[in-house]
């Protein structure tokens, strides 16, 4: 099984790069605001940016070693790394950018075929679409046979209805290819949908890594959660009854929490835990938040609501059965165990 | 209506005394006067040596622009500036300057005398002379084209396994091209209208270092129907050198939405 191991640090322009990284088979997605360095760990990996210090190494072999003072060039590394603008030879046809550093004809063929853009071959870069654009991309970045695939923002340049659809593609290609793969995005749905792994960076560092469902159930970090989609609710926790935990909120009332900790803490809620109701509903949630409501939008059949500092759910059947309007009280509740506690210094 | 007037004004001023040249004499013994002995010896030389020149300043000037577009190392402007001054320096002080470098008792000439090669009123003076002259306006431009280029494209191409040498053939090369030839034709114009340090490095003897546009000089005295057909070719010449440079197309911008047709790269 093929393995990419990186050990980095390097100062960029206002953060210091401090990661380590290891990726089997598997693909990682690396998620963050933009300034983050995401983009640099690629640029480092392909041997574009030079870090101060570091080790990256492909099944042990190092393809950078500052302190052996190894530095493989770019050309020598089995990269395939599609950038976020595609960076499409612009003088060249599809065809030839796909052979530019194909392994062999053969392939440059079987990989127009795959990633469907066959009938394309002949056009150059200026006649595609985005979409098409994204697959010449990849196609190209594959015909090197490579032995790591970066992506870069594979789907920022891409209208929202292509992106839906290449994004489905690019998990299936994803998965055939069994590649360790590593993918840039600032969209968590995008690295939830696409990663077996995900890993949170803020400022040049990794918060935290685990599968997506991972980061939501135990953020290490209220930037991981926020990142995950929670709404944090900040406050004093302390032992309460049967074993719950008593968070004070800062904005007033408590919170329950299945979850452990003392002193200052985030309570992390998701809004598809919240529900939202006119008044407190007689069932298990043990938290009722009464706030002025504040709709956020529609998701399908679902209605996001804004009840104070919380974003809750409902549907939009029971908003015109309940007459739900702007700024009238609401109740947004969530049980104990749907509260993630996170511990603040 | 002040603006048409004025480019109209602009225009004629630019145009008539071009059109004047074939205007004087009967197009017939325009041609008739190309015939004559000074001014064949006159294309003679100055094919020979603008060949030899143009092929020196593309073959030292492609890699000086790519460097000094591609690379940041310290000295990058000062370097840059040394390449530009040939461009604001007046041709009779590039002249003297070559004459006491390469000349007999010069600071190189005097060496290369000991070894029995003689610089100064040769073909070669006629050379280095338009080398120095016209060679910067290839390598700025060049340096512009060469800056135009998209880096991601040529990180593209290492990460796909093309080393230095395969990127620049095969990326940045092609990609400048529109812009190089630009700078091949601003060159080569320069080259051809090359007078003042050619006159004081090289001298005007027929055969041997005049060219085209020197022999214009010593024939308005001498034969003025020769002087002016001479004109007439280097008029010829000039157009068309232009022409290929408005037909390449430009490949500047990497997502380019449209290749765009353009003469020169504007900005660096």
């Known amino acids: ?345 | 209506m002040i603006l048409f007037l004025a480019t109209c004004t602009t225009l004629a001023f630019l145009v008539v005394p071009i059109a004047a040249i074939f205007l004087r004499i009967p197009p017939g013994d325009l041609f008739a006067a190309l015939g004559s002995d000074v001014a064949r010896d006159a294309l003679i030389v100055t094919f020979e040596t603008t060949v030899v020149a143009q092929a020196l300043i593309i073959a030292f000037g492609t890699p000086t622009a790519y460097l000094l577009a591609t690379r940041t190392f310290p000295g990058r402007n000062l370097a840059i500036t040394l390449v530009e001054l040939p461009l604001v320096l007046p041709p009779a002080v590039a002249g003297i300057g070559l004459l006491v470098t390469f000349g007999r008792l010069g600071l190189l000439g005097s060496s290369l005398s000991a070894l029995g090669v003689e610089v100064a009123f040769t073909k070669i003076a006629v050379v280095l002379a338009v080398v120095f002259v016209a060679g910067p306006f290839y390598i700025r431009t060049g340096v512009a084209s060469f800056g135009e280029v998209d880096s991601t494209l040529t990180d593209a191409a290492r990460t796909l396994g093309a080393g230095p040498a395969r990127t620049f053939g095969r990326v940045a090369l092609p990609l400048a091209l529109s812009g190089l030839t630009a700078g091949a034709a601003l060159s080569f114009a320069r080259g051809i209208g090359e007078f003042g340090a050619t006159i004081m490095f090289a001298g005007s003897l027929q055969g041997v270092t005049q060219t085209l546009s020197l022999a214009v000089y010593e024939q308005f005295d001498v034969d003025f129907d020769t002087a002016l057909a001479i004109g007439a070719l280097l008029v010829v010449v000039s157009a068309a050198v232009l022409l290929p440079v408005k037909l390449i197309p430009s490949w500047r911008r990497s997502p380019s939405l449209f290749p765009t047709v353009s003469a020169t790269s504007a900005s660096s």
């Open chain 1, 1 to 345: 099984m093929a393995s990419l191991a990186l050990t980095l640090s390097h100062g960029l322009r206002d953060v210091r790069l401090e990661l380590t990284l290891e990726v089997g088979s598997e693909t990682v997605a690396l998620v963050g605001p933009s300034g983050a360095g995401k983009s640099s760990v690629l640029r480092a990996i392909a041997g574009l940016l030079r870090p101060d210090v570091g080790r990256i190494a492909l099944d042990g072999t190092a393809w950078l070693d500052t302190v052996r003072g190894i530095d493989a060039p770019p050309e020598n590394r089995s990269v395939g790394l599609v950038f976020q603008e595609y960076a499409l030879f612009p003088h060249l046809s599809v065809r030839a950018n796909v052979a530019f550093g194909a392994t062999s004809a053969g392939l440059v063929d079987e990989v127009l075929e795959r990633l469907r853009i066959g009938g394309l071959a002949r056009e150059r870069p200026a006649q595609l679409s985005g979409g098409e654009r994204q697959r010449v991309a990849l196609a190209r970045a594959i015909a090197r046979e490579p032995a790591v695939l970066l992506l870069d923002e594979p789907l920022s340049a891409l209208d929202a209805h292509t992106r839906d659809a290449v994004r489905g593609e690019l998990r299936d290609l994803l998965a055939s290819l069994r590649l360790p793969t590593i993918l840039v995005t600032h969209d968590f749905e995008d690295a939830a949908s696409l990663a077996d792994r995900v890993g949170v960076m803020v400022e040049g560092r990794l918060l935290q890594v685990g599968t997506a469902s991972a980061l939501g159930a135990a953020p290490a970090d209220p930037f991981v959660a926020r990142f995950t989609g929670a709404t944090l609710l900040h406050g004093v926790a302390e032992p309460g009854r049967d074993g719950l935990t008593r968070v004070v909120l800062d904005v007033g009332g408590v919170a329950w929490t299945t979850d452990v900790g003392v002193g200052r803490v985030a309570v992390a809620v998701h809004p598809w835990e919240v529900a939202v109701s006119r008044t407190a509903p007689e069932d298990a949630t043990v938290n009722h938040i009464a706030a002025p409501s504040d709709p956020l939008g529609t998701i399908g059949n679902r209605v996001r609501i804004r009840g104070g500092p919380l974003a809750g759910e409902t549907t939009t059947g029971s908003v015109e059965r309940l007459g739900l309007r702007e700024g009238e009280t609401v109740v947004a509740s969530f049980k104990a165990t749907a509260a993630r506690l996170i511990q603040l210094a």
